[in-house]
């Protein structure tokens, strides 16, 4: 009896060990969890996808040393766009203000240097000059004045459109609706005309100019080559034929 006494004593004065929590218990299980991030990885991660690639360099056509322009616009939105703006004015003036001068230039350029040839060939009765001398006539006579009155009242008119334009009334540089015969009513054709138009107003506007200097220095007409206007390769009475005449021995 002793015995037992003394051993439920010892059991009721050692103290009970509290059972672990449930969430402890858990915490010991192992479970195949994603592994987190550090701060820092997941700034980088996502800094590098929200940072967009750098644009690629685009050179010009007809340059390629120089890089295109972003003002010249979307390639290939204009007829005959080669990237060819190396002083930047398209920076500087409107595009469409330019397109429409080089539109202008050019048609009137192709119809001049047809004209200034035609008239060493032809001339009209009563009017015997040659393309050199027509324009000092013409001044004389005043028919120069007539045609500054009228090509200066078309260039108002045109001044409308050009400012409508600039405002944002949706018309093409130069397009004044001149199509008596359709050539453009297909779009695909059209394009191609466009094409056309500007490439040869452009050899237009550089032939137009040589005819007109050339023809100035030897005095002569058509091909405006150096020499007397009816023996070719005779030398003419130039001036500087005659001083390379008399240097020689």
Known sequence: MLHLACAALAFNAAPLRPAAPAVARLSHVHMDEPAVKAPEETATEEAAV?????PSVEYSEALPFLTR?????PKGALAGDVGFDPLGFTEIFPLEWLREAEVKHA???MLAFVGFIFTDFYTLP???YSTLEAHDACVASGAMSQLLLW?????VISAIGIDQMLRGSGREPGDYGFDPIGFGSDPEKLKDLQMKEIANGRLAMFAFSGCV???VLT???F???FGDATTFGSGGDFPWNIAVTAAMP
Do not use: D, K
């Open 50 to 54: 929200a940072a967009p690639a750098p």
């Open 69 to 73: 322009r972003a003002s010249l616009g």
């Open 107 to 109: 048609r009137v350029t």
């Open 126 to 128: 009563g009017f015997e």
């Open 151 to 155: 090509i200066g009242l078309l260039e």
């Open 213 to 215: 200097t050339q023809a």
């Open 219 to 221: 005095g002569n007409t």
């Open 223 to 225: 091909p405006y080559l």
